[in-house]
């Protein structure tokens, strides 16, 4: 016997149709959907037995119905007679509150329904695109980004001596007028890199820590003077900082793909969040006075 | 070195006579300058068993976007959300009934009417719920009567799984790999294999992945990837795990059919297994304190106890054949009698996390399965409900690859030529490099990379003869993760065959912090201290070093036979996870659990054949 028969039920097709609230009224109270001592044998019902029985989905399940064989649809109304009549035994017995495999399986496939992952939201207009991207331009902002060549002196070389080492460097770069290119001549081997081109600070950060990378990205563009010293893990940093590109928020153009990804993902969780609350709302939630005084019911509905 | 001296004639003729820079740009630092962090083994739902014990809801778009950065929220009810987004990761679920019971549940039609479906259905039925999940536990052992999922179902879902991966692949910023997981197990012995493919969708699609179910012989899956690459021109390779829940069969002494490994076998494992996944949340697998009695730090988060179908309880002989240690030493003895050695691995972790979420970290640690995310019961509820207790399941590990770019081609590549290395989920930055002419200050120069990838040959290479009357030289250098734990020292392992063709080890301090010495008797170095404090479960860069490096000279070495090195780095000690979850949830720490941790990366070796 198979106990998914349920789901090829017609009721759960009006789900699938989008009449959600409608269904779930049903499926809390089948009895009043379905008269439990008739079954009913028409073209509907047989039409949609086809459907889910092949999961094909066409428009066409009548045409399908109406291409069978007298044999063949004395065979599939056999088939729906029996299916009927099992289930609805089954629904007698009180299975699908009773065991609770059953009921898990139910409160999953409602999830899944209300996830909508069988009609997915293709409606996206450009209105939409537009008013996403103004609520949520922020969340796609291209991140701030320096370029910058440093002088690294060693704590674990020099230890104390470091910071005094650092500012004597500084001077000595300034000085010099030390450019960019003539970094490698100075200071001590980094474990990472010399320069960093157009980087954001959250590269900066795996290789300075993160403390560090947050005051470089405080420092002011100078093109010639040396800054510093910064303290990574690692030791002292004078800095020559060239070029600070500001975050910057994309064009809907650039994001278009992004926002429709993400809106999408949005209804999609919004319905669901919708259908479950309207499911719990139907209901009065009520709760041992004892344990009520330990915890707080979020779901509760208003009073 | 016969064969660099025409590319500097050249060089000097055409190109830098010529004009001032080189025509094409890159060829001025051509090789890999940066290192990329990621996870090669992570489940989500689609695995059988993640769905089973809890994960029914976070999928592999989740985990992807977890590990970018994004915020999730776990199976406990608690966000949370990685400190530094991870650089790539492999989704590799159970090819065995892959996505099949959360599609079961909901009655997918790609599932349904099934012989599985029906099977299963039937256990539901009968109130016997259990039995589906020892179903998927039966496929990986006994697939004659757990048949896989029909071909046409397990097509379409592994279309899903492998579209899904590419949606989420972003060249230059993020590679998402495309990803399954070979999951045989005899007698309860764990063979596993995370499958990773160079290819997009497109090539990944055409052929289902191959599972248990097709067969419990590794030299079958091999011989499927190579059939995978004739058919589609692909690229795919194997990443074997958990040696140490094997019983001795992951780098074993005979074939699964009974017979002696011989050269076919060698060379078929070459071909597909680079590399190894030496740790992860299941144990720590470099050494062992029985093979390895003179390594005071053998003794690591190992697992030692029995198999993963807890079938059988460990014996010593097992050993050698479970750890990578044992394993590249074995490789050399095979070596010698089969002329190619089945072994030569480079080394990776991961963290074969199974509930969507990647988090190796001691600090940010959210478990395996859902019932070992954080809560005041983890410690003390056991694996799965029916496996080990908890509380050791290890907070380890990253995959660390060095590479040019963040793309799917570079990274792999990588792999494939083991430039890579592992860690116990610390990001410590460490560069290993073989030659024979390195200058001894060679690590002092700012450039010093020129000279080691000019000079020699990185993590993952290989050596052979060299001048007469000298031995190979090391470079090493490694950083403390930036935002982590001082580096107590750095070690060389080595081992080698001695003329008779017995392997032996060494295990050698090059580097450390600072105030040390080595005892003249021991010739063990000092321990690097402790700075924990478990009653708030901190602890204080006070001690240790920000980075250490050296190039260390083999003082022992014999031209004549067969050595691998490959280099360890240690951190001083921090709270493990435990430690922190002792405080957290203000509990005991469990008996037997660790107060400390000293988190470390291993280096692939470097291969010297005479």
Known sequence: ?303 | MPIRLPGLVLGLLFGFGAVADPYSTPVDSDYPKNVYWGDTHLHTRNSADAYSLGNLNLTPTDAFRFAQGQELIAHNGMRVQLRRPLDFLVVSDHAEYLGGFYRFNLDDSLVRGTDAAKKWQGFVDAGETAKVYATFVASMQDPENNPPLPEASRRAIWEDVALTADEHNKPGQFTAFIGYEWTAMIEGNNLHRVVVYRDSADKAKQLPPFSAQDSLDPRELWKSLARYEEATGGEVMAIAHNGNLSNGMMFPSVSVDGNKIDRAYAELRSRWEQIYEVSQVKGDGESHPTLSPNDEFADFENWDWDNIGRSQAKEDWMLKHEYARGALKLGLEYERTLGVNPYKVGLIASTDGHNSISTPEEDNFFGKFPESEPGPERMENTLAGRLWENWRIVASGYAAVWAKDNTRESIFDAMKRREVYATTGSRISVRFFGGWSYDTDAVDDANFLDAAYSQGVPMGGDLTTGPENQAPKFIVSAAKDPDGANLDRVQVIKGWLDEQGDSHEKVYDVVWSKDRKLDPETGRLELVGNTVDAETATFENSIGAAQLATVWQDPDFNPKTRAFYYARVLEIPRPRWTTIDAVYFDLEIPEGAPETIQDRAYTSPIWYTP
Request: avoid cysteine.
């Open chain 1, 1 to 303: 016997m198979n106990w998914l028969g349920w789901v090829r039920e017609p009721i759960l097709h009006f789900l699938l149709l989008g009449l959600g609230l409608f269904i779930v009224y049903s499926w809390l109270n089948p009895d009043e959907a379905i008269d439990s001592r008739v079954i009913e044998i028409n073209r509907e019902s047989l039409g949609q037995f086809i459907e889910f029985r092949t999961r094909s989905f066409n428009d066409n399940a009548g045409e399908k119905l109406d291409s069978l064989s007298p044999k063949a649809l004395s065979d599939l109304v056999d088939q729906y007679i029996t299916e009927e009549a099992l289930y609805r035994r089954a629904l007698n017995y009180g299975m699908d509150r009773q065991d609770y495999v059953i009921k898990r399986r139910l409160v999953q496939k409602m999830e899944f329904l209300a996830e909508g992952t069988t009609s997915p939201v293709n409606t996206l207009t450009s209105a939409d695109l537009e008013q996403f991207y103004a609520q949520h331009q922020a969340d796609y902002e291209v991140p701030a980004a320096v370029t910058f060549t440093h002088v690294f002196i060693s704590v674990d070389r020099h230890g104390s001596a470091s910071k005094s080492m650092a500012l004597e460097m500084l001077a000595r770069l300034n000085n010099r007028n030390v450019r960019f290119d003539q970094a490698p001549n100075f200071g001590d081997r980094f474990p990472y890199q010399l320069n960093y081109v157009e980087k954001t600070q959250d590269e900066v950060g795996g290789h300075f820590g993160r403390v560090m990378a947050g005051q470089l990205f405080d420092l002011a563009v100078e093109q010639q003077a040396w800054q510093g010293p910064l303290t990574s893990a690692f030791g002292e940093h004078l800095v020559l900082l060239t070029r600070k590109q500001v975050a910057r928020i994309p064009g809907l153009d650039e994001v278009r793909n992004q926002i429709a990804t993400e809106l999408q993902r949005q209804r999609e969780t919004e319905r669901k969040k919708a259908v479950i609350d309207t499911m719990i709302s139907e209901f009065e939630v009520k709760i041992d006075p004892a344990l009520e005084a330990k915890i707080e019911i979020r779901l509760k509905k208003p009073s």
